[in-house]
């Protein structure tokens, strides 16, 4: 037993002390720095390609846009005045002629049918929400 007592004083043990936490015992304020500092310098970049990089048309488009415009204020005035020559001729006046007689013919068919209509609709709505209570 004696022999025990000397080993174990001879013995040389590291003081019993927990691991070191890489987190809470060292500093992360190079990593954030340079995660923020990416991140910056993808935001820029990003913006830059969105907005510049990626669309050199936008010059074009904006010129079509301009011109364009000028050409369908020119063709509605001349359209103005087609539709107005179109309406005063003799043919359209028949045309629309006919058509208000036969509006008229077909108007009288259909009211009758409309109004059935919404005798039965009224029916229906009376007896809906009754029949969705009891339903229900």
Known sequence: ???????????????????????????????????????VVTLVWSLYDEVIGQR??????KNFVDTYSTFLEGAKKRQGRSETEVKSSPEYQELNQ????????????????????????ARIAAVTDPFQNVRS
Do not use: H
């Not at 050199?56 to 488009?61: I, T």
């Open 98 to 121: 006919a058509y208000e007689d036969a509006a008229a013919t077909a108007k009288q068919k259909t009211d009758p049918i409309d109004e059935q209509v919404k005798r039965i609709d």
């Open 56 to 61: 050199p048309w936008k010059s074009y488009q």
């Open 1 to 39: 037993m004696a022999d025990t007592t000397q080993n174990e004083q001879l013995e040389k043990r590291a003081p019993e002390t927990p691991e070191l936490d890489p987190i809470a015992d060292q500093s992360m304020s190079s990593a954030l720095l340079i995660s923020s500092l990416l991140l």
